[in-house]
């Protein structure tokens, strides 16, 4: 445009004290309207009372574009607790009432075929080895020792390694063999999905709306308070936008007006922004091109009026109508966009742009180590719990053995325990 117009241009900085203290669009705005060498804006601003009654806008505007959200790209979600993911919290609750209800039945029943007021103990037979035929002699009838025997059986048969115990009676039979039966559809439920969740790596949701990100408890969102979309989301007092604003406001130094603090705070991977297209895309192949990966994820369009924007001059300037003419050439002629797309670098972080190919990323993989955590995490848990369970048995034993001996010496007449 200054070789076709003949004009020089020089270019001033954004001073860094007016930006610390208003925010890098604020600061521009402050120097273009105090400063007399400075007569314009090169940047695109969208449209605003506020600002034409302090500045000029140039007639044509220097882009459009429609707002969407950069966000994180989705992880994989944590394989600690995997083993509870096949089934809904209900139906784990349902199966442990069962679990318990079964066996408490079966040790009623029993009580009850061992008991001499209720049953003749002669006619019951036990289809185990002989060690656990004695186990259950009628010298040992307290219920407590049938739920514990029980509760093992029931849960061998939960984990496929079967067990003998079984009465010849034909009530206990026929509870066994429903208890069986519906072990046999659970188990094969599980465990068909837990093996598709552990070759198959399951993403956490993604984020592809301001609905979404406001019900993500990982994800906050950052906001400049400068621009209009989030003056918009800070000031609103209803909807997805209070819930956003409120969800920024959580954090001071999630509301900022430098730009490059917001490009900082959006490297983490920890926030989400929702700006125009153009900005979401040049950022996600910026990421690529520094990570050699795609971290982030530009969403789809969101349902808010597309912005135009426009170069700013100063009030009453001249070059308005001629930096307008130059930008409607510009627009017309296709060069904008062009240069945009080369300065983005499309071509060069494709694969973070394909959704084909993101979609057939998800394929199945061996089995790593991170994908077994939560088994060994039961493992290390039962470990821990037997070793406390054996210390207690051991204080309990030291201490019966002092009482015992205690109680010999008082039948000898050594000590006198008064």
Request: proline share 4%; glycine share 8%.
């Amino acid at each position: 445009m200054s070789r076709y117009y003949n004009f020089k241009v020089t270019l001033v900085a954004v001073n860094e004290t007016l930006v610390e203290k208003f925010g890098t669009n604020e600061a521009a705005y402050h120097q273009l309207i105090e400063e007399k060498d400075i007569d314009g804006i090169i940047c695109a601003f969208g449209l605003t009372l506020d600002r034409m009654k302090r500045m000029d806008y140039t007639s044509s505007f220097s882009w459009v574009d429609g707002f969407s959200l950069v966000v994180p790209r989705p992880g994989e979600e944590s394989r600690l607790f995997a083993f509870t993911g096949p089934f809904q919290p209900t139906v784990w609750l349902f199966i442990l009432i069962s679990l318990m209800f079964i066996v408490g039945v079966m040790a009623v029943f029993t009580w009850f075929y061992k008991n001499p007021s209720f049953s003749n103990y002669k006619d019951i037979s036990i289809t185990n080895r002989k060690e656990d035929n004695t186990m259950m002699n009628p010298g040992r009838n307290r219920i407590s020792s049938y739920v514990s025997s029980y509760l093992i059986y029931v849960v061998n048969i939960l984990t496929n390694q079967g067990c003998r115990e079984a009465f010849d009676r034909h009530s206990f039979r026929i509870l066994a063999g429903f208890w069986l039966l519906g072990a046999m559809v659970l188990v094969n439920s599980y465990s068909g999905i837990v093996i598709s969740s552990l070759t198959v790596p399951k993403m956490k949701p993604p984020i592809e709306s301001l609905e979404d990100l406001a019900s993500n408890k990982e994800i906050g969102i950052v906001l400049r308070h400068d621009m209009t979309m989030g003056i918009q989301i800070l000031g609103a007092a209803s909807g997805v936008y209070k819930v956003l604003g409120d969800k920024a406001r959580l954090d001071p130094k999630q509301v900022v007006g430098d730009a490059f603090k917001l490009n900082k705070m959006l490297e983490t991977g920890k926030y989400a922004y929702p700006f125009i297209q153009t900005f979401n895309t040049w950022f996600v192949a910026l990421q690529y091109k520094k990570d050699g990966r795609c971290r982030f994820h530009a969403t789809k369009p969101l349902p808010v009026p597309h912005g135009y924007y426009f170069w700013l001059t100063k009030k009453g300037s001249s070059n308005t109508k001629l930096l307008s003419d130059g930008l409607i050439k510009l627009w017309e002629s296709g060069i904008t966009r062009f240069w945009t797309n080369s300065a983005i670098g499309l071509a060069k972080a494709a694969e973070c742009f394909d959704s084909k190919r993101q979609k057939s990323s998800a394929r199945q993989v061996p089995i790593r180590l991170y994908d077994l955590t939560s088994a060994f995490l039961i493992l290390g848990i039962g470990l821990g719990l037997a070793i406390l369970c054996f210390l207690i048995e051991l204080i309990k034993s030291k201490f019966q053995q002092g009482r015992r001996q205690l109680m010999q010496l008082k039948g000898r007449g050594c000590i006198d325990l008064k």
